[in-house]
């Protein structure tokens, strides 16, 4: 057997290690989550997540291209079925690698490899535009007669919508001065 020329292979040949990273991906479809050395799992996590990219798509040429891999078709259908439309949302990062420690046979690097299949939460933008304008609409407000803002409150229980929109922007600013420090 030729030596490989791209680095060491998991065991044995290229052929092996495919075959390898095949059964691994079909055991993290099948349980969503697998225990297995650090360097299986470094080398699984690409190939992982192009198959959930494939699976995403949905068409017939993704399912071929996933049944070149994965020769099974339970798994290739509970990819397509149950998995793809629960990573919908999400961009990449399919996978979760958590260090578990070592064996206790030969010392390896044990880790837990598992689909991440939780909603995506949107981050929130900061814009420059928000943090400029709310100072400008906290003008100081004059001390008034409490008994004149109750009869106004009495007369007038709604309240403007940009009064509204001041006060958010106000407590998003404080929000990212309390983040800043």
Known sequence: MPKPTKGPRLGGGPAHERLMLANLAA??????SIKTTETKAKRLRPVAERLITFAKRGDLHARRRVMRV????TVVHELFTEIAPLVAERDGG????TKLGFRKGDNASMVQIELVLEPVTPKVKKSKTTAAAAPVAEAPVEETDVAADEAATEEAPVEAPEAEAVEADAEAVEVEKADDK
């Open 27 to 32: 055991a993290l479809f099948t349980h969503k």
């Open 70 to 73: 994965i020769g099974d078709t």
């Open 94 to 97: 399919y996978t979760r690698i």
